[in-house]
């Protein structure tokens, strides 16, 4: 399983027409081969710091929706919307658990897998680049 995060800084007169964009590219993606799920998170200091959080079945699925058209219009929005560049990482998830209870996890301890692989990407894109949309 594949997880991308980008965590981005909207400029705060931009803020809803951002909110807009994710909510398409959501929409968009609920079609797509190999989407697990995408969420979007704000940061609890900073209304403006924005979390996307997408999980795919695999890298292969993954590249196909960094290709796709709606993700290079995502690109161009971010462009114009974001203050500074976001960060985007990319982690590959060996192995998981799912815990049923949140009383299952007092008192637990949790091992890490020695195959756990973290890979942060800088995608090809100049972000500062700005450009406006007609």
């Given at each position: 399983m594949i997880l991308l995060t980008v965590e981005a800084k909207v400029n705060p007169n931009k803020r809803n027409e951002f909110l807009q964009v994710v909510n398409s590219l959501?929409?968009?993606?609920?079609n797509n081969f190999g989407y697990i799920s995408c969420n979007a998170y704000q940061n609890m200091q900073d209304p403006n710091s924005l979390y996307l959080v997408q999980f795919w079945e695999n890298n292969d699925l993954l590249n196909e929706h960094l290709q796709s058209e709606m993700f290079i219009v995502f690109v161009?929005?971010?462009?114009i919307l974001l203050k500074g560049e976001p960060v985007v990482e990319i982690h590959t998830i060996?192995?998981?658990?799912?815990?049923?209870?949140?009383?299952?996890?007092?008192?637990?301890?949790?091992e890490s897998?020695?195959?756990?692989k973290q890979n942060k990407i800088m995608l090809d894109i100049d972000w500062s680049e700005k450009k406006t949309v007609n």
């Amino acid at each position: 399983m594949i997880l991308l995060t980008v965590e981005a800084k909207v400029n705060p007169n931009k803020r809803n027409e951002f909110l807009q964009v994710v909510n398409s590219l959501f929409n968009s993606n609920q079609n797509n081969f190999g989407y697990i799920s995408c969420n979007a998170y704000q940061n609890m200091q900073d209304p403006n710091s924005l979390y996307l959080v997408q999980f795919w079945e695999n890298n292969d699925l993954l590249n196909e929706h960094l290709q796709s058209e709606m993700f290079i219009v995502f690109v161009g929005a971010m462009k114009i919307l974001l203050k500074g560049e976001p960060v985007v990482e990319i982690h590959t998830i060996y192995e998981s658990e799912t815990i049923r209870s949140i009383d299952d996890l007092i008192g637990r301890t949790f091992e890490s897998s020695s195959v756990t692989k973290q890979n942060k990407i800088m995608l090809d894109i100049d972000w500062s680049e700005k450009k406006t949309v007609n």
